[in-house]
């Protein structure tokens, strides 16, 4: 039987030698089979991880919010016909927060070995720069939208932050950003600490840790800038 | 100013090609000065990332367990006086589970730039791999020892990570990682996933995820290998 690579991607417009190990060149021109989020996208991402191979010789299957479940077994067909064959995802890495992550559940159930490879995550990035908890965190993917919920949210994280020493952290679609960062700061204690990591991996990223006092005294511009948000209070 | 790059390092006896962008060796070349955990294995890394450096040129300070909360200051005096500083960790991300996180605490006050770089965390690559819900997971770090304690934080991460879909992560010494499971095989329900990942980034590497029912049936030889634990309940 062949083997699942989980390949990450660069976090937007970055060298590709800046964000992934040589290695993961190596892997995707070994392969020859790829699970992908979205063909074009991912055949543009092959290109720049390895310029010379010849794409159109590849094979490319989806998997997406509109793969069926019963779908995903036939996914693995290449690795039972003993190829390799490797997830990408659409940013960062595969598994984490993608439809990866069931092909990845599915191939324990199968018995299949799986590779992850390493390579820029947000979470991870922006965890290492905050200067916040690491021992003990959480990744609680998006915030409610609606306002009550949200304050409502907001505040059972600076609660569990305070009790657990757990740094908690959340991401909100780009356009909304600002009106995140307008929440957090209407509803947080002045000293709990938030800090906001924008564009990470790019020439225009910024990590910064402040404390919700000092952050209204000068709100950054992040609307429509990837953004990922930590939160640690006391 | 200068700015404080989190410098990652291999997990193990790994190639640095594997785990690390080509970008990390190039900023370690621009670098003079250092933060640690230890000096003598630093420098062997170092070695290891770029062969033609004259490590005696370089600059050590070690941050460590023994650091006094008054010292921490000091580490970033080269910033003050307009060099680039790195923190290196003995394994895997800075700042994400080793004294690094102080420093950069300190750096974001003081309004120091900190540039976290790419590099191998088993954390990361276990989540990614274990087909667990990587949209919610918590890093808890160690259970408790005593045998009730840790009965009873078992227990609670089953309840949670049921509740609120949320993969819980854990580690322990390698010395007690067959104690470890065990006690998990004892404890929790026959339904609930666990995901051992092994050695990772090493040749001898597995990430396997199984039910407690089946992993009873072939219990996995790990003890004194470095291993994470990933736990997803019903």
Redesign the interface.
């Known amino acids: 039987m062949g083997k699942l690579y989980?390949i990450p991607t660069t976090l937007g417009e970055t060298?590709v030698?800046?964000?992934?190990?040589?290695?993961i060149m190596q892997v995707v021109r070994s392969l020859r089979y790829f699970v992908v989020e979205n063909t074009r996208t991912a055949r543009r991402h092959l290109k720049k991880i390895a310029p010379e191979i010849i794409i159109d010789e590849l094979d490319f299957k989806e998997l997406n919010e509109h793969t069926q479940p019963i779908e995903l077994d036939m996914l693995l067909d290449p690795i039972r016909n003993g190829f390799d064959l490797g997830i990408l995802s659409e940013a960062g890495?595969?598994?984490?927060?993608?439809p990866g992550?069931?092909?990845?559940?599915?191939?324990?159930e199968k018995g299949i070995?799986?590779?992850?490879l390493?390579?820029?995550?947000s979470?991870?990035?922006?965890?290492?720069?905050?200067?916040?908890?690491?021992?003990?965190?959480?990744?609680?993917?998006y915030l409610p939208v609606k306002p009550t919920e949200r304050s409502a949210a907001v505040r059972d994280l600076e609660r569990i932050s305070a009790r657990d020493k757990?740094t908690q952290i959340f991401i909100e679609a780009p356009y909304r950003n600002a009106k995140l960062l307008e929440d957090l700061l209407a509803v947080c204690n002045s000293q709990t600490r938030l800090?906001i990591a924008v564009d990470?991996?790019m020439d225009s990223?910024?990590?910064?840790?402040?404390t919700i006092g000092a952050w209204k005294k000068a709100i950054p511009d992040i609307n429509k800038r990837p953004a990922i948000f930590l939160l640690q209070s006391q």
Chains 1, 2 share one sequence.
């Open positions: 989980l060298a030698e800046k964000v992934l190990p040589a290695e890495c595969p598994g984490v927060a993608d992550a069931d092909l990845v559940k599915l191939a324990h070995q799986v590779v992850p390493v390579g820029p995550s979470i991870l990035l922006s965890l290492m720069a905050s200067g916040m908890n690491g021992q003990n965190f959480a990744f609680i993917g757990q800090c990470l991996t990223e910024f990590v910064v840790t402040k």
